[in-house]
T-cell receptor, first 118, second 110 residues
């Protein structure tokens, strides 16, 4: 069964510094996709970045990058140049059997609360 | 292009009542999934609809049921509400591997 583990309940970072949010996953399926979402206090889940299991390079989206280490089954999110607006809950998620379709559930971790200090 | 919309935003019900939550997916998205998020937890998958059929279901009792309409919009129905059903209910619409979430409906059961 697929499982996502986020071991950092809370993280603090100074504005303009970089921060890494940890995520490890477990799956027996060779094909899967990894996602990071941001959830502000308003509740909406905002997509940040995606990494496919067969992607050779780490994904990047603006200030977000995903440090994908397949052998270690980790998919850490790196946020560069933190901003006050980055303060939110961050979730790592996985979908197994990714073949370009939307079939299947997303399994989420417990989340990490990020607080950016001025 | 409008994103995923959900209604109502907030809802207060009492134990034993029934509730219907609604979701309109992003334009062109044919798959809708529903998630329950308890306070301080990650979202838990309830079920997924595609072409008006439930094609995958999570570990939720039969009190949770759904429907997808020909225009791809969807409803989540919960019968015989329990206090433990209090949560944020998120709808996600998908096209390909991407899933986009709505703002959620916050349900409080008293």
């Amino acid at each position: 069964a697929q499982k996502i583990t986020q071991t950092q309940p809370g993280m603090f970072v100074q504005e303009k510094e970089a921060v890494t949010l940890d995520c490890t996953y477990d799956t027996s399926d060779p094909s899967y996709g990894l996602f990071w979402y941001k959830q502000p206090s308003s509740g909406e889940m905002i997509f940040l970045i995606y990494q496919g299991s067969y992607d050779q390079q780490n994904a990047t989206e603006g200030r977000y990058s995903l440090n994908f280490q397949k052998a270690r089954k980790s998919a850490n999110l790196v946020i560069s140049a933190s901003q006050l607006g980055d303060s939110a809950m961050y979730f790592c998620a996985m979908r197994e059997g990714l073949d370009g379709t939307s079939y299947g559930k997303l399994t989420f971790g417990q989340g990490t609360i990020l607080t950016v200090h001025p | 292009d409008a994103g995923v919309t959900q209604s109502p935003t907030h809802l207060i019900k009492t134990r034993g009542q029934q509730v219907t939550l609604r979701c309109s997916p992003k334009s062109g998205h044919d798959t809708v999934s529903w998630y329950q998020q308890a306070l301080g937890q990650g979202p838990q998958f309830i079920f997924q609809y595609y072409e008006e059929e439930e094609r995958q279901r999570g570990n939720f009792p039969d009190r949770f049921s759904g429907h997808q309409f020909p225009n791809y919009s969807s409803e989540l129905n919960v019968n015989a509400l329990l206090l433990g059903d209090s949560a944020l209910y998120l709808c996600a619409s998908s096209l390909g591997y991407m899933s986009f979430f709505g703002p959620g409906t916050r349900l409080t059961v008293l």
